[in-house]
């Protein structure tokens, strides 16, 4: 399944939602005025609002940082959470999405967490992607700068899309306290970020990224590893490490 079919999964419901309109009453406004209008004096939805594709408690979260500028292409972010977890997970990089100027998109599993079927073939794959497809039609993204990540059972899924889909739309993949990463199809040769504490009781190391980072290496992906003292999670230092790793190379913004 290539970008194409990938983006093109399901966007039902996603033109008619409250955000939406919104933006394009926003677009209009921009359309109808000069050039020199300044971004700050339109009604942009910067921060944190609802993504707004689905009418029941699952949903998620896409945050707009102020360094956004309409026209302008801006670094992606889609942070998946953990087991049992929401969007609100994902309020930690929020900060750093300010900070870097990187747009956030933090959408939640159809059920308690994530499908574990062939990545492009279950609910989970299809919400990402009519996600993408809805929030690329208001929001100008930088498709060098692309990367899905996730903690846990998120970071378990993130690997898996990212390298099953990676280059187109994926760039960059990066992984927190992952499991037992199974692709379905590895595509393309996105860069990897992965982080795994050595005492981490839940998703145990050595059953894990020990086993899977080598893997990765020996197919030549580009890959950046980090152990650190701890267990099971996303210590800050290692957060901001993967959002400089992910921008090294981004334009300024």
Do not use: C
């Amino acid at each position: 399944m290539n970008r194409r079919s990938f983006l093109t999964l399901s966007a039902a419901g996603a033109a008619g939602s409250l955000y939406g309109t919104r933006r394009v009453n926003a677009q209009a406004r921009r359309n109808a005025q000069p050039p020199a209008q300044a971004p700050s004096d339109l009604d942009f939805p910067y921060g944190e609002g609802r993504l707004g594709l689905s009418d029941d408690d699952r949903d998620g979260s896409l945050y707009i940082p102020k360094k956004y500028k309409d026209g302008v292409p801006m670094p992606v972010l889609i942070m998946l959470h953990g087991v049992g977890g929401s969007a609100q997970s994902a309020r930690f990089t929020f900060p750093l999405s300010e900070e870097f100027g990187v747009i956030i998109m933090a959408p939640e599993s159809r059920s308690q967490t994530w499908e574990q079927a062939a990545p492009g073939y279950d609910v989970d794959s299809h919400y990402i992607a009519a996600a993408i497809k809805y929030v690329d039609s208001f929001l100008y993204f930088d498709r060098s700068h692309f990367a899905i990540a996730g903690v846990s059972d998120g970071a378990t899924y993130a690997l898996g899309m990212g390298l099953s889909y990676g280059g187109a739309p994926f760039t960059h993949v990066m992984g927190f306290s992952e499991g037992i990463v199974k692709p379905y199809n590895k595509q393309g040769k996105p860069k990897v970020f992965v982080a795994h504490g050595v005492n981490d009781a839940q998703m145990p190391i050595d059953r894990t990224s020990r086993k899977f980072i080598p893997e990765l290496k020996g197919q030549g992906y580009d890959v950046t590893y980090r152990e650190y003292d701890g267990g099971h999670g996303a210590p800050a230092p290692l957060v901001r490490e993967a959002f400089q790793w992910f921008l090294k190379d981004a334009k300024p913004r």
